[in-house]
């Protein structure tokens, strides 16, 4: 039997909100354990939650950014569980009416493009964290992420592949980093998936019984923690047994997925509108005022990057992935002035290589856009070869100085002086009689032999176009 997959992500951002949805609490990550916990968040007797404007105004800002319908009116209300990490025994969340619905991401896997419906993105509170490890048997309590803003967004059962999953998260924490609402920190639990699973066969139109896979942080677990449901699933309908509709947890040490508990419906959680928050209402002028803030989005910034630029897909796509590289991009275009391809390449290759073996984001970098591109712009008008321009990349990447400056220091201007260039191709000719018969006598292979004789005798420094034609016209007596 064929089998078809279904899958749905709900995934959680963290808004990068100076303090919490709720109360004037900090939201650094990082403070010592339960000293960003304030009354508020713990729901002690009396207090009175206030919403946060700004996370109001980032979830508007999201909306907007997928074509989404903003409510002009929404309700916050209490989802009831208990939880050592909850200490409230119930989270702020919205359930019947969110903040933001009805919107889509388009998605491309192996050169296919596909829309994936978002069902609702809505606004809530997050909970602490269980702590288990070094305490013995016991749990600790760190309290100090609850009540941190969090956007909650849950896609259609759109996407059919774990490799669509993947694409859709990557899209999606691309977009949320662009309009600066959530920093997109997996390691630190910023943004993280809960994914449903089920199988059903090709052809159904009913959906299978689905399993929820719930915390996954990293891109690589998503793929690898779904593939497994999948063969999971198939394998135990294929035996006979039955899939039951569960919430699990992926060991990525075993690579595998384990029931957590069986999965809770929404009537279980004993939804009611918060009695202590007003609904909110968002004005026509609030949502105006929203989008005129908005920025040039990925898929808008790509196409741009290939018509203004000329970059083919797979360029525009790479340069574009993070608000932070397309800006580094256009300003070592700007700064050299010259071929936009060739900065292109040098962004994407030599120094991403540089960063990604020193851990670095493009933000961190040592080499800053206006002294790549001086390095560029001495390749371009001739001044040094590609090869040299390595050497050059990297006193760049070690010191401080300009690429002028090292090409001065270095000695390593090249050589574009014809006759000078005659010169050396006569004494490596005169000094290699043997070879110059053999290439005359047809063995072309010999050609490189002469190349690297010049380019040794030169430390590199020929220009290579020059050196090849100026060769060949020697070497043909």
Same mark, same amino acid.
């Given at each position: 039997?064929?089998?078809?997959?279904?899958?749905?992500?709900?995934?959680?951002?963290?808004?990068?909100?100076?303090?919490?949805?709720?109360?004037?609490?900090?939201?650094?990550?990082?403070?010592?354990?339960?000293?960003?916990?304030?009354?508020?968040?713990?729901?002690?007797?009396?207090?009175?939650?206030?919403?946060?404007? =700004?996370?109001?105004?980032?979830?508007?800002?999201?909306?907007?950014?997928?074509?989404?319908?903003?409510?002009?009116?929404?309700?916050?209300?209490?989802?009831?569980?208990?939880?050592?990490?909850?200490?409230?025994?119930?989270?702020?969340?919205?359930?019947?009416?969110?903040?933001?619905?009805?919107?889509?991401?388009?998605?491309?896997?192996?050169?296919? =493009?596909?829309?994936?419906?978002?069902?609702?993105?809505?606004?809530?509170?997050?909970?602490?964290?269980?702590?288990?490890?070094?305490?013995?048997?016991?749990?600790?309590?760190?309290?100090?992420?609850?009540?941190?803003?969090?956007?909650?967004?849950?896609?259609?059962?759109?996407?059919?592949?774990?490799?669509?999953?993947?694409?859709?998260?990557?899209?999606?924490?691309?977009?949320?980093?662009?309009?600066?609402?959530?920093?997109?920190?997996?390691?630190?639990?910023?943004?993280?998936?809960?994914?449903?699973?089920?199988?059903?066969?090709?052809?159904?139109?009913?959906?299978?019984?689905?399993?929820?896979?719930?915390?996954?942080?990293?891109?690589?677990?998503?793929?690898?923690?779904?593939?497994?449901?999948?063969?999971?699933?198939? =394998?135990?309908?294929?035996?006979?047994?039955?899939?039951?509709?569960?919430?699990?947890?992926?060991?990525?040490?075993?690579?595998?997925?384990?029931?957590?508990?069986?999965?809770?419906?929404?009537?279980?959680?004993?939804?009611?509108?918060?009695?202590?928050?007003?609904?909110?209402?968002?004005?026509?002028?609030?949502?105006?005022?929203?989008?005129?803030?908005?920025?040039?989005?990925?898929?808008?910034?790509?196409?741009?990057?290939?018509?203004?630029?000329?970059?083919?897909?797979?360029?525009?796509?790479?340069?574009?992935?993070?608000?932070?590289?397309?800006?580094?991009?256009?300003?070592?275009?700007?700064?050299?002035?010259?071929?936009?391809?060739?900065?292109?390449?040098?962004?994407?290759?030599?120094?991403?290589?540089?960063?990604?073996?020193?851990?670095?984001?493009?933000?961190?970098?040592?080499?800053?856009?206006?002294?790549?591109?001086?390095?560029?712009?001495?390749?371009?008008?001739?001044?040094?070869?590609?090869?040299?321009?390595?050497?050059?990349?990297?006193?760049?990447?070690?010191?401080?100085?300009?690429?002028?400056?090292?090409?001065?220091?270095?000695?390593?201007?090249?050589?574009?002086?014809?006759?000078?260039?005659?010169?050396?191709?006569?004494?490596?000719?005169?000094?290699?009689?043997?070879?110059?018969?053999?290439?005359?006598?047809?063995?072309?292979?010999?050609?490189?032999?002469?190349?690297?004789?010049?380019?040794?005798?030169?430390?590199?420094?020929?220009?290579?176009?020059?050196?090849?034609?100026?060769?060949?016209?020697?070497?043909?007596?």
């Amino acid at each position: 039997m064929q089998w078809e997959t279904v899958i749905g992500l709900e995934i959680h951002a963290q808004l990068a909100t100076q303090s919490k949805i709720f109360s004037g609490a900090p939201t650094a990550y990082g403070a010592e354990p339960n000293t960003q916990a304030c009354a508020i968040d713990l729901g002690m007797p009396g207090v009175l939650p206030v919403l946060n404007k =700004e996370a109001v105004r980032m979830a508007v800002k999201f909306g907007l950014a997928i074509g989404a319908k903003v409510a002009p009116r929404s309700v916050f209300a209490r989802k009831n569980y208990f939880y050592p990490d909850l200490p409230k025994g119930y989270q702020i969340s919205q359930y019947d009416l969110p903040v933001v619905s009805t919107g889509q991401l388009s998605i491309e896997v192996d050169g296919a =493009e596909k829309t994936i419906g978002i069902t609702r993105a809505h606004l809530e509170e997050d909970a602490g964290k269980s702590l288990h490890e070094d305490f013995h048997g016991y749990s600790g309590i760190d309290l100090n992420r609850a009540g941190t803003p969090l956007l909650e967004i849950v896609s259609e059962p759109d996407l059919r592949s774990a490799k669509e999953a993947v694409a859709y998260m990557k899209k999606l924490h691309a977009l949320v980093r662009y309009l600066e609402i959530c920093d997109g920190n997996m390691q630190e639990g910023s943004f993280r998936c809960d994914a449903n699973v089920s199988v059903r066969p090709v052809g159904q139109e009913k959906f299978g019984t689905r399993a929820e896979i719930k915390n996954l942080n990293s891109f690589r677990f998503v793929e690898k923690a779904i593939n497994f449901e999948i063969e999971r699933q198939i =394998e135990l309908i294929e035996n006979g047994g039955t899939v039951v509709q569960e919430t699990r947890l992926y060991d990525a040490n075993k690579d595998e997925t384990r029931s957590m508990r069986s999965k809770e419906e929404a009537n279980d959680y004993r939804y009611f509108p918060d009695p202590d928050l007003l609904p909110l209402e968002i004005t026509s002028e609030f949502i105006e005022d929203v989008r005129g803030g908005l920025p040039e989005l990925p898929d808008a910034k790509r196409e741009r990057f290939k018509s203004q630029y000329g970059l083919n897909d797979y360029d525009a796509g790479v340069l574009t992935a993070t608000r932070e590289l397309a800006d580094y991009y256009e300003a070592v275009v700007r700064a050299a002035g010259c071929d936009a391809k060739l900065c292109a390449n040098w962004v994407m290759g030599d120094l991403a290589a540089a960063l990604n073996k020193a851990g670095l984001e493009i933000e961190q970098s040592p080499v800053e856009p206006a002294r790549l591109a001086g390095l560029v712009q001495r390749i371009a008008d001739d001044t040094i070869s590609g090869k040299i321009a390595k050497q050059v990349f990297e006193a760049l990447w070690e010191t401080g100085d300009s690429a002028d400056a090292i090409i001065e220091k270095q000695g390593l201007k090249q050589i574009t002086d014809s006759g000078a260039i005659e010169a050396i191709i006569d004494q490596i000719i005169a000094a290699n009689p043997e070879q110059v018969a053999g290439y005359r006598g047809g063995k072309e292979k010999l050609f490189g032999f002469f190349v690297g004789q010049a380019m040794k005798a030169t430390a590199g420094k020929a220009n290579p176009a020059q050196l090849n034609e100026l060769l060949k016209r020697k070497l043909q007596g």
